[in-house]
């Protein structure tokens, strides 16, 4: 195995990355060394890309290879390592928890307050290796697609954020067209949703949902989404709502327009001080949950619902080599893409 290896750097505490070589990793007692397949370009890797504030709080110690979605197969193992093999298939788990406090304790290691996170705490994916604990080492069947599996960590998040609730013969709002906006749309009518409605300000990722089978891809820039409710036979509003934009204008049209009794998930994050509309989710009885990454479930359930029939290609748009990585930046900075994958197998 090479000494060194090609990888995507956050070089500064400033704006941009680089291609460098950086030592290959050696994995220790108890964890595996990945060779990298497939990468997928997050908005998280957009905003430590742009260097914006949220990039400037949470990245601290620059330089570091950054990237969490990805996947690849095992090139070794360190002391201790048991259940796993060379060369098989794998993705794995981008939060990595202490496995001591009491949500680690009781399952809930989304939870975890100790959590470090792949790609922003420590060195990620975007990389031709990378080195993860055993227990964040995901099995992946041969018979999914890489390109697929490259994005089920943003997968993770919409299955997570859609099926935190009932959602057979369900109306369904999801607010904010963003790649995993999409991706929820997508497993809501897999799950058996009567109606599933998007807005969004961008037309682009408007019309990537239709081609995911949303019901009513809606532009609040230019339609009335009340009308768009009539049309689509919705007495008494939504049952569901699912928040992927973090827009304070988008939560508070949600909220006018869920039913009583209605339930929102909350995965998109907002500016600090969000208005918050008290009188809407007092006086309706409205159920809110915050989403943060996935359950360690929504793992199998991904592959399950992708072997099940949900067809994820529509959301993929633009494919590069890793060396090509600029191009897949500029893509996601646009706003006129769905996920971007990296190539690493050439």
């Known amino acids: 195995m090479k000494e060194w290896m090609d990888a995507i750097v956050k070089p500064v505490a400033g704006a941009g990355l680089e291609l460098r070589q950086v030592p290959v990793p050696v994995p220790g007692p108890g964890e595996v060394l990945i060779k990298v397949h497939k990468t997928a370009i997050c908005g998280t890797d957009v905003h430590i890309y742009n260097w914006d504030p949220w990039a400037a709080q949470h990245i601290t110690h620059p330089p570091m290879t950054i990237g969490h979605e990805y996947v690849g197969e095992i090139a070794a193992m360190g002391e201790g390592v048991t259940g796993l093999t060379i060369g098989q298939r794998v993705s794995g788990e981008g939060h990595i928890t202490c496995h001591r406090c009491r949500n680690c304790h009781t399952g809930n290691i989304q939870w975890c307050k100790n959590t470090t996170s792949v790609g922003v705490d420590r060195d990620g994916a975007f990389a031709e290796y990378l080195c993860i604990p055993q227990t964040n080492v995901i099995p992946i069947s041969e018979d999914l697609d890489e390109d697929v ?164 290609s529509p959301v993929i748009t633009h494919r590069f080599h890793y060396t090509d990585f600029e191009k897949g930046f500029a893509a996601m900075n646009s706003g006129n893409s769905g996920k971007v994958i990296l190539d690493w197998t050439k």
């Open 149 to 312: 599996v490259a994005f089920f960590d943003a997968f993770g998040n919409a299955t997570h954020t859609a099926l935190m609730w009932t959602l057979v013969g369900e109306d369904v709002l999801i607010t904010g067209a963003g790649p995993i906006g999409i991706i929820a749309a997508g497993i809501c009518k897999y799950a058996g949703a009567r109606r599933v409605i998007i807005t969004d300000l961008n037309d682009y990722r408007l019309g990537l949902a239709k081609k995911m089978g949303v019901d009513y891809a809606v532009n609040t820039g230019r339609e009335d989404l009340r009308e768009i409710m009539k049309q689509a036979g919705l007495t008494e509003g939504f049952d569901v709502g699912l928040e992927m934009s973090g827009s304070a204008a988008a939560f508070r049209q949600m909220c006018s327009v869920m039913r009583n009794g209605g339930k929102i998930s909350l995965l998109g994050l907002g500016k600090p001080n969000v208005e918050v509309p008290m009188n809407d989710i007092i006086c309706k009885g409205l159920t809110l949950q915050g989403i943060y990454g996935r359950k360690m479930d929504n793992w199998h359930q991904m592959s399950y619902m992708v072997q099940g029939g949900l067809d994820l």
